[in-house]
Nanobody, 117 residues
């Protein structure tokens, strides 16, 4: 089974940028595509961005225009470039398959993103 390992999180001031990486232990080709999710303390996990095998992308309205998801198929890595970060973006960020049943997926440790002045 494919495992996803997230990295690149950290502490950044509002308006700053971070680039998250999601390294997969196997091929990232899937009918589901790959997606980034996030979860803040006390809140439900939400889908942030998704990318398909054909490189079609979808974004949550809250991050549209600020975040960019991309993939390197040769390296089995999915990236999330986050610009113009806001305190509301503070959360643990996870990557996983992008299917509609993501609520039941097995999740890794994620990477913490903290946006604070």
């Amino acid at each position: 089974q494919v495992q996803f390992v997230e990295s690149g999180g950290g502490l950044v001031q509002p308006g700053g940028s971070l680039r998250l990486s999601c390294a997969a232990s196997g091929s990232i080709f899937s009918i589901y595509g790959v997606a980034w999710y996030r979860q803040a303390p006390g809140k439900q996990r939400e889908l942030v961005a998704r990318i398909t095998d054909g490189a079609t992308t979808n974004y949550a309205d809250s991050v549209k225009g600020r975040f960019t998801i991309s993939r390197d198929n040769a390296k089995n890595i999915v990236y999330l470039q986050m610009d113009s970060l806001k305190p509301e973006d503070t959360a643990v960020y996870y990557c996983n398959w992008g299917g509609s049943r993501w609520m039941s997926y097995r999740w890794g440790q994620g990477t913490q993103v903290t946006v604070s002045s």
